[in-house]
């Protein structure tokens, strides 16, 4: 997680020494190529992998992802795990880092699986919120998440995480570590309740999804860095739905309680002057 455009020390102190000399117009001119606060990193890519075919399912499918992170220019590159939204770091001070975060929620149509008949199509949802992650010590990154649904549903999701990371050799990177997501019964409620008209169409006893711990799980990742700009990774996430979630018809008859992902990602990082 080195800096982005450091100088070596070498050459920093030759540049402080050479600027003693020069005329202060051409000092000036040195001064404005540095990143301002109003300077940008931004990270671009996707992500696919084979994720179960509906929350609960006990079958895949082959589903990709967009991913998207920025920062200010001239700081750190931040660790992100699978389960992160698209954060804005707005907030950033040594080992803290706050800001906006957002996450797309796919939409499930009857059509995706033949265990959803009867069920009705949920639209796509975004969750808008704000993500605080902080390291007590260099190896350990701990982050939360919260997002209030927009779209699918209308519910609020909270997402806990917890990483160790080990830099194996300066390009590769390891980490992994545990998972909880808590949900709202309205965010529950799209995708695990059963309604009466549901009931008759599906044969699916009826079912009243309630809020809570939705699933807990761990996660890993093996993340290289192929140069300053790319990057890829391989992630596997494992998640076993509880509570309302696990005792949900839907999962208790037709899927299973237990949730893998498992995927590949490539992304690209670049500087954007003045963006604000």
Do not use: C
Not at 10 to 24: C, H, Q, T
Request: no cysteine; charged share 20%.
């Amino acid at each position: 997680m080195g800096r982005k455009g450091r100088m070596p020390r070498g050459v920093g102190s030759f540049l402080i020494g050479f600027l003693a000399f020069v005329p202060a117009a051409a000092a000036a001119e040195l001064a404005a190529t540095r990143p301002s606060s109003s300077d940008w990193t931004f990270t671009l890519g996707v992500e696919g992998g084979v994720w179960p075919s509906y929350d609960g399912s006990n079958r895949s499918r082959i589903i990709p992802f967009p991913i998207f992170d920025a920062r200010r220019a001239g700081t750190p590159r931040q660790f992100r795990a699978r389960l992160d939204g698209a954060s804005v770091g707005i907030v950033e001070t040594g080992a803290f880092r706050l800001g906006p975060t957002a996450k797309i929620k796919l939409p499930r149509r009857e059509s995706d699986d033949l265990d959803l008949r009867g069920l009705g199509d949920i639209g796509w949802a975004v969750e808008i919120g704000g993500f605080a992650e902080y390291w007590p010590v260099q190896w350990l990154r701990t982050r939360a998440e919260l997002r209030q649904g927009f779209g699918g549903h209308h519910g609020i999701v909270t997402e806990l995480t917890s990483d160790l990371v080990a830099p194996v050799t300066p390009k590769l990177t390891l980490s992994g570590g545990p998972r909880m997501t808590i949900a709202s019964g309205a965010a529950m409620s799209p995708y695990f309740s059963i309604t009466p008209a549901q009931s008759v169409a599906s044969g699916l006893p009826v079912f009243d999804a309630r809020g809570g711990v939705r699933s807990y799980g761990a996660g890993a990742q093996a993340r290289y860095e192929w140069s300053q700009q790319w990057a890829s990774h391989l992630f596997v996430e494992y998640e076993r739905l509880t509570a309302s979630a696990a005792d949900s018809p839907l999962v208790s008859l037709r899927g299973s309680r237990d949730q893998v992902s498992i995927g590949i990602g490539l992304s690209y990082s670049f500087d954007s002057r003045g963006i604000w």
